[in-house]
Structure formats: structure tokens, C-alpha cells
């Protein structure tokens, strides 16, 4: 379950909009546009969770699949959505002829997750590599991670060091455009992903969920005024999602599994705090919402 902590540190994220990305290099213009029977193509977006920080930076310096190029079919049960992202061992030296790592052309660089909310994503990695199932998505770090709280800078280190970032991904979350054509999101949660250790240090151990448009679905609205600092929680029994609306007090939360749930809004500066009940949200579509006025 998703859990959030207050903090008006937030705020100062919603002034930095036009700080999406910062590239250290173009996009890679050598990926191959035609495929051959043996290939498919995947596209990885990369979208956030927010959490209580100014900005979040990840150096994000290579994507890498493993792919088995001999199953048809996909047994693996990894449990929840957050059993199945780790730190650095990815078992690349197992001797499976079956088992191809391939990489996806990609904008390396500095990435502030954080501006990645509210229904906005970025095309992390996109690339033709061999047919088969995907079995793990594999993301190498540089050194220049760091978030911003309350306007100071801190770096951000991962446990001993680790670099690689490894997510298991089952078949049926790859969602199919157009023939062997396939995306997915991954959706970086800061809240959970970030640890305070004491003395205004921070570690960095990784939850992401992994999510396509078909299989789940969203809700989108509108919170006013903006100087009410709104937080907005979704939930129901056995999840819950959170958003952080923009100035003009919009707000979109994706990848929800299907179901009904409760809108809850925390709001600051004196207005009352509001709850929606009986939400509903469907596969594949998005649920709108009326606009909410909050009051003193």
C-alpha cells in the first residue's frame, strides 16, 4: 500500500515545471526503424509517484532487457507489485542460451522525477530487440543522484553502492499497440523509494510500479484554490494512490486497478479538508471527476 507524509516542501516542485528533464546527451538516433520476423520493438515510459521533496534527480545511464527467446508463455508469479525490484544482481552469468540481454536506445541523463506527475511521462528507452518474453528491465545509474528538500541539495546514494536497478516484469503487462509492438510505465514511487536515515541523509532503495493504459485506469480533476496547498489521496481496501496537484489545480492519477474507492482531500491554510466516496474506477478508461471548491 502507497502511504504519504505531509510536508509543504512540496510546494516549491509546482514552481519548477519547466525543469521536466535535463539531458546530458541527444537521443540515440541509430535505433532501427524496421523490424525483421525474428523482433519486436518496446517502448519504456517512465512516470512518478510523488513524494514530499522540491525536486528528486536520477542519473539514469542505460536500460537493458533480458529477454527468452524460446518460451511462448509466461509462469512467473512475483507476488505484489513491490516484490520485484532490487539493487544490482541481475544473474547475467547464467549460462541459457534462451536468455538474450539487449539494450534500448535511451535519453540518458538527469531525469527530476518529480515533474513527472499528474499524468505526465517520458519516453525512457525505445528500441527493436529479439521476440521473445520479457523477462527483467535492468536501470544503470550514474553518480549524479540528488533531491532537493526545503531548497537544500543532498545527495542520494543506493545501499553499498549499487548502480543497477532490476525489475521483473511479467508478459501480460507489456500492452500491445500495433503487431510486436509493445509499451509499459514505469511508475518511480518517491515516497516509498526514498528513505530519510537521520542528519538530513537519504538512501535511495527503489519501489516502482509497473503499469499499462489497458489494464488499469485513472481519475483526473480539478482542486481549487491553489493557496488551500491540496494533497490528494485515492483509496480503497487494498490500495491506495496519491497526487499533488499542479498550480492550476488540476490532477491525474494513473495505473489504479479497477474497483471503487474513496478521494480524500488534505488541504492547508485554514480550508476544510473534503472526502469524495463511491469513485469508481474501470480498465482502460479515465474516471472525471467534478471540480472540487474548498472552502474555509
Same mark, same amino acid.
Given at each position: 500500500m502507497r502511504t504519504y507524509l505531509r510536508n509543504n516542501g512540496w510546494w516549491l516542485a509546482i514552481t519548477m515545471l519547466l525543469a521536466v528533464i535535463v539531458y546530458s546527451c541527444k537521443k540515440d538516433d541509430s535505433a532501427s526503424t524496421t523490424?525483421?520476423?525474428?523482433?519486436?520493438?518496446?517502448?519504456?515510459? $517512465?512516470?512518478?509517484?510523488?513524494?514530499?521533496f522540491?525536486?528528486? $534527480?536520477?542519473?539514469? !545511464?542505460?536500460?537493458?532487457?533480458?529477454?527468452? #527467446? +524460446?518460451?511462448? #508463455?509466461?509462469?512467473d508469479d512475483f507476488g505484489n507489485d513491490y516484490n520485484r525490484c532490487w539493487w544490482g544482481e541481475?544473474? !547475467?552469468?547464467?549460462?541459457?542460451? +534462451?536468455?538474450?540481454?539487449?539494450?534500448?536506445?535511451? !535519453?540518458?541523463?538527469?531525469y527530476d522525477v518529480l515533474s513527472l506527475r499528474n499524468g505526465t511521462d517520458t519516453l525512457l528507452g525505445n528500441g527493436v530487440v529479439p521476440k521473445g518474453i520479457v523477462k527483467k528491465i535492468v536501470i544503470t545509474l550514474g553518480s549524479n543522484n540528488s533531491l532537493v528538500k526545503d531548497s537544500v541539495t543532498y545527495p542520494l546514494k543506493?545501499?553499498?553502492?549499487?548502480?543497477? /536497478?532490476? /525489475?521483473?516484469?511479467?508478459?501480460?503487462?507489456?500492452?500491445?499497440? #500495433?503487431?510486436?509492438? $509493445?509499451?509499459l510505465w514505469l511508475d518511480f514511487d518517491i515516497d !516509498?523509494?526514498?528513505?530519510? #536515515?537521520?542528519?538530513?541523509? $537519504?538512501i535511495l532503495r527503489p519501489v516502482i510500479h509497473v503499469f499499462t493504459a489497458k489494464q488499469t485506469g485513472s481519475i483526473s480533476g480539478k482542486v481549487t484554490p491553489a493557496d488551500a496547498w491540496p494533497v490528494i489521496t485515492l483509496f480503497n481496501d487494498t490500495d491506495t494512490a496519491y497526487a499533488l496537484p499542479w498550480k492550476n489545480g488540476e490532477y491525474k492519477l494513473r495505473g489504479l486497478k479497477a474497483g471503487t474507492y474513496s478521494l480524500f482531500v488534505n488541504a492547508s491554510n485554514g480550508y476544510k479538508d473534503t472526502t469524495l466516496t463511491g469513485v469508481t474506477v474501470e480498465k482502460g478508461k479515465n474516471t472525471s471527476l467534478d471540480q472540487i471548491k474548498l472552502s474555509k
Open positions: 523490424m525483421s520476423a525474428n523482433q519486436q520493438r518496446l517502448n519504456v515510459y $517512465f512516470t512518478d509517484n510523488p513524494g514530499y522540491d525536486n528528486v $534527480f536520477l542519473d539514469i !545511464r542505460k536500460v537493458e532487457v533480458l529477454i527468452d #527467446t +524460446c518460451s511462448s #508463455t509466461d509462469n541481475d544473474h !547475467r552469468d547464467d549460462k541459457d542460451s +534462451c536468455q538474450v540481454w539487449d539494450s534500448l536506445p535511451i !535519453r540518458a541523463g538527469v543506493s545501499p553499498s553502492g549499487q548502480v543497477r /536497478i532490476v /525489475i521483473q516484469v511479467r508478459h501480460n503487462e507489456w500492452e500491445e499497440t #500495433t503487431t510486436d509492438n $509493445f509499451r !516509498r523509494s526514498v528513505v530519510q #536515515t537521520g542528519n538530513n541523509k $537519504f
